[in-house]
């Protein structure tokens, strides 16, 4: 399957895939027990990336997991499988014009996933994609050490603002790497310039300053060496025009375009991903539904804060499957 076509009562409804760090052990396991198209959804991950990430996804070690080369085709396997299985259970039938969903979205990685449920790229090509993101995410994180960190009870702009002063003080770098919801920003930079604004940060009154157990500092521009290499690989990948407008992290605008798409996915390596603005876009074009198709339930958390509104639905196993088809089908009735 290049891409997913759903029946939608009207528009108003919008597809959400989380990023690393929403992995956990045993993830897709249900899932692949009770779905016949979602075993079979993992098994292709098995075989084109030629190593067990089902086994990886349901049974561990959660080091292994978690390591970033792992991390991101075990959740792009576990979206897929689950938006797979959604679309069996909805008898999937050609969508187009106002019956479309309004729109699809990933935060970071979760980016990919989006990118296979538009229909841009292919399943496979996506895992090969984000196998190498990881790889290159790593070797970057190694050439280049750096850390991340969670600010919790300050907004996107006086982070960027302390951020900046201490980068021009430090001479380093330092900066907003995720806005993803009022807040809550995530920042991300060489290790002593962190620590700087870290200080700094809580001198301004954020409520917490939490680092976060990583070794890189994604979304920063010690990613580079990462993003020029990236880039290659998603010249070399066929990707097509998609068929559901991608809002992307870097503009919080929709993309309609596989050029919009390539420079999207290399830029966004180094630069942040603005996920209020991404959902305030989704919110401001008639979107009233956000589903979240992956383990966990962040996004539809940051949802909750940024737009209290909205209806959210969770699907990250049988029962999240069952319950949102259920309400599909009354929506379309």
Request: glycine share 10%.
């Amino acid at each position: 399957m290049a891409g997913f076509d759903f029946v939608a009562a009207g528009r108003g409804v919008a597809f959400l895939f989380p990023g690393q760090g929403s992995q956990a052990v045993g993830m897709g396991r249900e899932l692949a027990a009770a779905y016949p198209v979602a075993a079979a959804t993992f098994a292709e991950a098995d075989e084109i990336l030629g190593f067990g990430l089902s086994k990886l996804c349901f049974e561990g070690p959660e080091a292994e997991l978690t390591d970033t080369i792992n991390a991101q085709p075990a959740l792009l396997a576990t979206a897929v499988a689950l938006l797979r299985t959604v679309a069996q259970e909805l008898g999937q039938a050609p969508a187009t014009g106002s019956d479309a969903p309004a729109y699809v979205a990933g935060h970071s990685m979760g980016e990919y996933s989006a990118l296979v449920a538009s229909g841009a790229v292919a399943y496979a090509d996506a895992l090969r994609l984000v196998r190498e993101r990881g790889r290159l995410m790593k070797q970057a994180g190694a050439q280049n050490p750096g850390m991340m960190a969670a600010i919790l009870g300050l907004d996107e702009a006086p982070v960027a603002a302390i951020c900046a002063e201490v980068a021009a003080e430090t001479g380093g770098v330092v900066q907003v790497a995720n806005d993803n919801c009022p807040g809550q920003v995530v920042i991300s930079g060489d290790k002593a310039s962190m620590e700087a604004a870290m200080v700094a940060l809580g001198s301004a009154g954020a409520r917490k300053v939490v680092p976060l157990a990583v070794s890189i500092a994604a979304h920063s521009p010690l990613m580079q060496p990462a993003a020029v290499e990236l880039r290659a690989a998603i010249d070399a990948t066929e990707i097509a025009d998609p068929r559901v407008s991608l809002i992307g992290n870097m503009t919080a605008q929709p993309l309609t375009t596989a050029a919009a798409l390539r420079d999207e996915l290399a830029a966004q390596l180094t630069g942040g991903v603005r996920w209020t603005a991404s959902i305030q876009r989704a919110v401001a074009d008639g979107v009233t539904n956000f589903v979240e198709l992956g383990p966990g339930e962040a996004l539809v958390g940051m949802v909750k804060r940024i737009d209290r509104t909205a209806t959210r639905h969770s699907v990250g196993d049988p029962a999240g499957v069952a319950a949102f088809v259920a309400w599909w089908q009354a929506k379309g009735s």
